[in-house]
């Protein structure tokens, strides 16, 4: 998480590219502290039913899981590694 | 605070029940009861805690369905419709309510319903100030700031600052805004006009406003923290001189961060989202603790009446109250739709001319509660209970959160899928074959099988027990969902941030994003 504040959003126009985290499951403490620990600026959401986790997971795989959506709102990346995510984000900007 | 302790009917052997008696038995033996002779193959994922988690050793409890008081009961098919979600409410001095969401602001009051449409209030609606007279200022996480007229059907003023506004208060002829991180701003009210922005010192990420006679209390976000070391900082409270000598006093407690504060029944609270409730006393020029309780869901807001507390936490009604010992957790209502993506979040609770009202969605609906009494409570991991393609078994929990001994006749699936409870990790209470005794704080394990008709199934899962709240307690069942594949189409969605805002997917067309799912079950 402190990788997507420090060094992703920061690498992208703002008006062009944005990040949510998504955290399964209504128990809020730990996105919270999360949010307070490493001062997020991006949304840190709770998903309450794990629905978005269900929708994009990945066999043998559990998390973190890094999804891409490109300018049209359809599916481009679905993986674990940040660094995969991010190379999946600069070709969609034409970085 | 526990009441209304009866006498329990009749007496099973062993296997008893932990924790307290119920408030109220008959001796009826309730639903069917299934049993397990135990798991057969393998495939069982997502179990969690241990047969010690399940039936304890305590004294003798009665057989049968043994009843409680549900102490929340919200009405939702009883309230009024509002033009779109209800985002923000409070109550009006002058008897009523003043409500808001995007595009409105009205005034709900003895049945009857004003509403004024004021399109230049975008975003979520994230503070509401009483002026009087049906006048009032509200404000969104747009930076929208307006001035509005209910008895006159009018917007005075209203205009779109450059940063989010999280919070609104009115004093002496003008109002206070909370800024986030550009702090609190005061803006005068002269004649039907809405005068320039003034910083008032002193905070750094103002969340949530409450004017005190001793000065403006913030709930300024958080001290930033060390992973390594959970001692150093946390939400901060802060008392400012509101006439711009700074800040007087600071209390810095616990996690998370201070999002907002509500003053009701002579007592203040401050909610830090995800980590729970703080009361907080403001005297002598400082800010301490009175109690703290630690709820997991995200609270956007507080109302009181004398010792109940009804909370808004997005996905559930929270049911709390003050005691002798501080703050204590009763009951909770989880909303109907479980999280459909334009599901009613209930975000805002207010004490309105001796009743609780809330939002659900559109809905500005009464709320029914009683005095606390001891009662069970089901829990369990997801609203949707998920087997991956080809899975035939698998084991999962339900919890009693409540205060007394839960009781669990059936647990039943649609076919092609089936449920019963694993009873040879969780025996049948003895002397009560039909029944499944979790006490306070236990876990009690089931199997959700499935027969392999067919690959792909959606069904219903259901949990039957004395939970008052909840006798039959409704989730979800799947198995082998195909997940999303790269090139298709996202399927709107919309989550509630833990500071109470909306990320919609739908909001974000035209951009790419970074979603990070992280901590699944």
Known sequence: MPSVEDEVLPAFDPDAFTAVAIHSFAEGRFPATHTQIFGLTFPVALDYDSEQFRRFRLPAHVFPLNVVFDEQGAVAHVGTELEDAVAVVETLLGG | MILGLAAILGACGGGGAGGSTPAETDTDTGGAGTTSGGPSTGGADDSSGSAEDGVGETEPVACGDATYVDVLTPRWDDGASLPAEVQRSTARGEGGALLCGAGFVARADAGELDVLDVPGLTGTCTGLADLGGGQAVATSDAGDLVWVDLAAGAVLDGRTEPHPLFDVVAAKGAVWL???TEGVLSVPLVEGQLGAAQVVPG???????????AGLLVADGYVL????????GGARYRLLDADGGGAQAELVEGPGFAQRLVAASGRIFGIRPGHGLDELSVSGGRVSLASSLQVDEGILEVASDGDVLLAAAGSALLRLSTTEDGLA??????????????????????HVDGAFMAGHGGRWAPVDTMAAQVAPEVSVEAFTFTMTEGQTEALFGLDNLGTAPLRVTDVMADAPFSAEVAADINPP?????DEFLVPPGGRLLFWLRHDDSEPVSEGTLRILSNDPDQPTYVASVERGRPPAQVGDAVEPFRVLTVD?????????????????LYNPL
Not at chain 2, 429 to 433: A, L
Not at chain 2, 500 to 516: H, M
């Open chain 2, 178 to 180: 909370a800024a986030g």
């Open chain 2, 203 to 213: 905070a750094d990420d103002a969340r949530g406003l409450l004017t005190t006679d």
């Open chain 2, 225 to 232: 923290g060390d992973i390594e070391d959970p001692t150093v």
């Open chain 2, 329 to 350: 957790w009763v009951a909770r209502d989880v909303r109907p739709d479980r999280g459909a993506v334009d599901g009613a979040w209930i975000r805002t609770v207010a």
């Open chain 2, 429 to 433: 209470t003895q002397g009560c074959p």
């Open chain 2, 500 to 516: 109470g805002r909306d990320f919609d997917s739908r909001d974000q067309l035209g951009k790419v994003v970074l979603a990070k």
